[in-house]
């Protein structure tokens, strides 16, 4: 348990013994550092409770107060500020080092399934997806450490248009092919198509489809066909999903995203005949579609009904996503879910949720939810584009960072070592500048400024976690442990510390990474400055000496687990 909640359960017994009642006492980080480190709030509000002096209120809580505080004082109305303890804080400090469960709080478990990543097959994952796998991943990571049980699905975008794109070229380019042969007896072979065929071969499609109506019109039909099953296209589609899925999965374990389950549109049909049985009493006919009403009276836009049905009695995006809904109830049973997906389709979920709620696909008590996040945009403010207006491939974005990265570190001869640290420099200067904004807000890539070693930059973080690492290196104690305070810095990082709790409850509270990243740019800002003042290689007295090293640890282990969070991986040297 945090620091924090240990001291406001202490100081409620307290407000009990002063005769007091009241549910939750907060302790706050003071912005007034020359008054105290924390503050303790409540005199104002229980003075209007029990209509008595706010001072009194806070002088009497004073007196009853353990020696775990010093330096205490009363300030303005009723405002108690204190500092704490050396010895509690040395002991709290100590306890964590190799345990970073001392300094964060759990929550009250839950499961949790989240839909992030969102990928389309046999499309190349463009810039608008990071996001969603970026901040996805990391929630996941977040709320696995605070004690929940979390499946990841990447709800693969693996029917629609594509199928036809990519078959109707697979047939231009290879008529003679035995699927495009009606005579054809034997049995269909797998398809071969490597990825880069694969990756030629929807852009041409589509271009193609645009210019030529009577092309379009053959797309339609195979997409349809591949819709309704029908051989030998699904079987093509599946393999060619096969390959595009293999791809898509190495641009995700590049960003350390993993998914528990690959579940995509595709698998949901097998959900549809039991879902379509629950949404029955609510659906009717509407221009020819089966749709559900899912307007409520106190709506201040208009909520459109929710198309479960086409005219043409085939499924769609809809459709997929509530089958997906009922097999995740069966099959998980989760408390809530969470959609990672862009703010565009806001209005989408908002229906889908209605809906699944109206029908009791899903009961009250699970709480389905969108959590979105703004765009990210080119210099200019629009979203990030090509040179020539195209939309940027993911992986083209990762390369134009690694190779602003890599004039950064011409010291080091080409090899391995050099690729290695390449590769988790461009993840932590993506990552970071993803996670960094609020995660509702648009903001602006700019390829220098991430990848800068100053400033709040992954960079900046990893150098100064290599810097950490190779000062625990150099230096071997025989005896890691905290037992004074050394340096005004030095205490001011140990109540950083102690804030971690705060800085976790509120990223998960508001389901984003922005407090996290922030914080680990304080902390890591504090070393540099300690780093600064003191020579901690060099130190002579050795009991000095041993508690600069433990503290080294106990901030290398702390940041690494919040880096782990952010999917972000330090390396050994930089
Ligand atoms: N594949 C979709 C897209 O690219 C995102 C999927 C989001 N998840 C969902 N359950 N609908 O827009």
Avoid at 251 to 269: H, I, P, V
Wanted: some cysteine.
């Amino acid at each position: 348990m945090s620091y924090i909640k240990e001291t406001e359960e202490y100081l409620k017994n307290v407000l009990k013994d002063c005769g007091y009642e009241i549910d939750n006492v907060v302790l706050e980080s003071s912005q007034r550092r020359d008054l105290g480190e924390f503050q303790i709030n409540c005199a104002m509000n229980l003075a209007k409770q029990y209509g008595k002096n706010p001072r009194k209120i806070a002088q009497d809580i004073v007196d009853h107060l353990d020696d775990r505080f010093v330096d205490i004082n009363i300030a303005g109305p009723g405002f108690i500020n204190v500092k704490v303890n050396e010895k509690n804080l040395v002991n709290k400090m100590n306890e964590s080092i190799n345990d970073f469960d001392k300094l964060i709080d759990k929550c009250e478990p839950k499961t949790i399934v989240i839909d992030y990543g969102g990928a389309n097959a046999a499309k190349a994952l463009h810039v608008g997806h990071m996001r969603s796998a970026n901040i996805g991943e990391s929630l996941k990571r977040l709320a696995v450490v605070l004690g929940n049980k979390v499946i990841g699905d990447v709800h693969l975008g693996d029917l629609g248009r594509q199928s036809g794109m990519v078959i109707s070229e697979i047939k231009k380019r290879k008529p003679d092919l035995c699927y495009f042969d009606p005579n054809y007896k034997g049995e269909y072979p797998k398809l071969e198509i490597t990825p880069e065929e694969l990756a030629d071969y929807y852009p041409t499609a589509s271009a193609a489809a645009k210019e030529d109506e009577n092309r379009l019109e053959e797309v339609r039909q195979i997409t349809a066909w591949v819709d309704e099953g029908k051989e030998p296209y699904l079987s093509m589609w599946k393999d060619i999903v096969e390959v595009s899925k293999n791809e898509i999965k190495k641009t995700y374990d590049f960003l350390n995203c993993n998914f528990e389950l690959w579940e995509g549109e595709m698998s949901s049909l097998n959900y549809v005949d039991d879902t379509l049985k629950i949404l029955k009493p609510f659906m009717y006919e509407s221009e020819g579609a089966q749709v559900i009403d899912v307007a409520k009276e106190d709506d201040k836009i208009e909520i459109p009904p929710l198309i479960v049905i086409k005219n043409d009695g085939a499924t769609i995006y809809a459709t997929r996503d509530l089958a997906t809904i009922y097999s995740r109830m069966k099959n998980n049973n989760p408390d809530e879910i969470w959609y990672v997906v862009d703010a565009r389709q806001g209005m989408y979920f908002e229906q889908v949720f209605r809906a699944s709620y109206k029908s009791k696909l899903v009961p009250e008590n699970v709480n389905l939810a969108h959590y979105y996040f703004g765009t990210m945009n080119g210099k200019d403010g629009k979203p990030f584009k090509t040179r020539d207006g195209g939309v940027l491939q993911l992986n083209d974005l990762l390369s134009m960072i690694r190779e602003e990265l890599s004039k950064k570190m011409d010291k080091y001869e080409d090899g391995s070592e050099k690729e290695e640290i390449l590769d988790k420099l461009t993840v932590a200067t993506v990552k970071f500048a993803d996670l960094l904004p609020f995660r509702t807000t648009d903001y602006i890539f700019d390829i220098e400024k991430f990848s800068s070693f100053e400033g709040k930059t992954g960079p900046y973080i990893l150098y100064t976690m290599v810097r950490i690492n190779s000062i625990l290196e150099k230096t071997n104690i025989n005896n890691i442990k905290i037992d004074k305070i050394c340096s005004e810095t030095q205490r001011s990082i140990y109540i950083k510390l102690l804030e971690l709790s705060r800085t976790l409850e509120k990223s998960y509270n508001e389901k984003t990474l922005s407090y996290i990243c922030d914080y680990l740019f304080e902390v890591c800002s504090l070393f540099n400055k300690f780093y600064g003042e003191c020579n901690i290689v060099n130190e002579k007295d050795e009991s000095i000496k041993n508690n600069y090293i433990s503290m080294l640890h106990l901030i290398y282990n702390t940041c690494t687990k919040l880096l782990d969070i952010l999917a972000i991986k330090v390396p050994n040297k930089m």
